[in-house]
Each structure stands twice: as structure tokens, then as C-alpha cells.
């Protein structure tokens, strides 16, 4: 199976939502401000430092746990991040991103059914959250639920329909279901919409339907277009060259094979052997 790609919510700290309702403490709202500044820049160990500060001067001011878990959750300390997370979902229970940024830390924690009650909660708590079912999608279809992995990837796409992450991700529940066609569909949108997505892997997928379809010829120009941009891609060097042979490309493979071992590609060196040794002796 291809590796999964889960994506996260942007963890860059714009404004989060200020509540209204109650009156902020002036430093307190300070200190949250220089804080909120430290996190866009990476700043984690800083803002953390300031998020405190403004908790010590307004003890209620909940908004600091959300950047506090962001920060911590940058920090790999993803149980600190959780007890933050859980101080915003206590305080504010329909926070549909705080539900979701808890839920991907249990999932990285290997909690996978507190990671779905999570991420189900964040969709329940807005139901156009296109991340939230995106993400809920992501943990059905690495769980084997494919049926209800394309349901949650069809919404995520309703909603945003131009977000090339989540086509790549439907594409590859499509091709898990063997709908080959329906998955290049998607791959021709993820190359429309962001082609370098993920050093250009919808090209490397889309080539794998396309030679279901034995369309071997636009699966090699599907290859060559990810080494014309990263030539230093052996596994795509390799696909190229067996896409070759079976094009009776002796040629044109072995080289494919000659320099994915030239490039340290120790498997590259076997095939060198089975398929080229009359090829390199002539």
C-alpha cells in the first residue's frame, strides 16, 4: 500500500477566535498577542513562555491552551498538547478544531479509536469541516473501511473542491477499490491543481493506472516527467525501465537501471544482472 498522507490543520497561529462574551485582561490580551506572533514564526519554546504569562495574568483566558497545544504539538509532545486541547474542548465543548487536533495527536500516539471519536466529533461539531472529514476519511480507509473512507473524502471535496490533497487521497481509496478509472480522474486533478504535490506522486500513481490500462507509452512520459524535475528518483527510474522492457525497450531500460545503481539504488544492481548482462557485454 502506498504511504498514507495525513494531513493536519495549518498550525500556523492566525487569530484564534477571541471569545466576545467576556472582557480580556489588557496584558493578558497583550501577552497573548506576542505569543500568537512567537507560534507563526516557529517560535515554540518562546511563545510557549508567553502563553503561560498571560494565563498567570487571566487564569480564564482558554484561547492560550489552543496555542499551547499547537506549540507543544510542533514540540512532538503530543500528551502536554492533548491536556491543552482538552482545556479548550472543556471550556468551549463544540470547538470543532480543538476536537480535531487532539484527535490527530491520539492517532500519532497510536490511539486510533480515541483518534476517531476525536475527529467525529469535529464533524459533528461542524458539519461543512471539510479537514474533519477528510481526516476521519484517512483513518477509516487505514483501517479498511473504503465505502465509508470515499463518503467522508466526497464531502471533504464538496466543500473544497480545489484542495489537491484531498483528490490524492480519494484517487488512492479509488484505486484501493480497483476503480482505476475514477482514480486517474482524480490524479488529473491533484497535476492540474498542485503538480509538484508530494515531489509529483500523482504522476507516479496515474502512471500505475494507466499501464492497468496498458497505456505503457503515456505511463514512461508519466515517469519521465518526475525525473526530468527529480532525476535522482531511483524507484521512479526503475518503474520507467520495466515499463520499457515490457515495451521491448531493452535498451532504454537498462539505462534506467544503470543509473538508478549508479545513484545507490541496491536493487537496481539485480535487475542490471537479469536483464542486462547481454545488453553491457555487446
Not at 503561560?52 to 496555542?67: I, R, S, V
Not at 478544531?97 to 497510536?110: C, D, I, K, T
Request: aromatic content about 14%.
Amino acid at each position: 500500500m502506498r504511504k498514507l498522507f495525513l494531513i493536519l490543520v495549518c498550525f500556523v497561529f492566525a487569530s484564534y477566535a477571541i471569545a466576545q462574551t467576556r472582557k480580556i485582561n489588557p496584558v493578558a490580551r497583550q501577552q497573548y498577542d506576542v505569543a500568537s506572533g512567537l507560534l507563526n514564526k516557529g517560535k515554540y519554546k518562546e511563545c510557549i513562555v508567553q502563553f503561560n504569562k498571560a494565563l498567570q495574568t487571566d487564569p480564564n483566558f482558554t484561547e492560550c491552551h489552543m496555542g499551547l497545544g499547537i506549540a507543544f504539538t510542533n514540540l512532538k509532545q503530543l500528551k502536554t498538547a492533548n491536556e491543552h486541547f482538552t482545556q479548550v474542548i472543556n471550556r468551549f465543548p463544540k470547538d470543532h478544531e480543538a476536537y480535531l487536533l487532539r484527535g490527530l495527536n491520539y492517532y500519532e500516539m497510536g490511539d486510533t479509536t480515541t483518534a476517531f471519536r476525536d475527529v467525529d466529533a469535529a464533524v459533528l461539531s461542524k458539519p461543512d469541516y471539510a479537514k474533519g472529514y477528510f481526516n476521519r476519511g484517512v483513518i477509516l480507509f487505514t483501517n479498511g473501511f473504503n465505502d465509508e473512507a470515499l463518503a467522508d473524502l466526497n464531502s471533504a471535496i464538496f466543500y473544497e473542491k480545489k484542495n489537491a490533497e484531498y483528490h490524492f487521497q480519494r484517487a488512492m481509496i479509488y484505486e484501493a477499490m480497483g476503480n482505476y478509472r475514477s482514480a486517474m480522474a482524480d490524479y488529473d486533478t491533484v497535476i492540474t491543481l498542485n503538480p509538484d504535490l508530494f515531489q509529483m506522486k500523482a504522476f507516479n500513481n496515474r502512471a500505475s493506472c494507466k499501464k492497468f490500462f496498458k497505456d505503457v507509452k503515456g505511463a514512461i512520459d508519466d515517469y519521465s516527467a518526475i525525473l526530468k524535475k527529480y532525476p535522482g528518483n531511483t524507484v521512479v527510474l526503475i518503474n520507467r525501465a520495466f515499463a520499457r522492457l515490457s515495451l521491448k525497450d531493452g535498451e532504454g531500460a537498462c539505462e534506467d537501471f544503470k543509473t538508478a545503481e549508479a545513484l545507490g539504488n541496491n536493487a537496481a544492481k539485480g535487475f542490471l544482472q537479469k536483464y542486462c548482462k547481454d545488453y553491457f557485454d555487446k
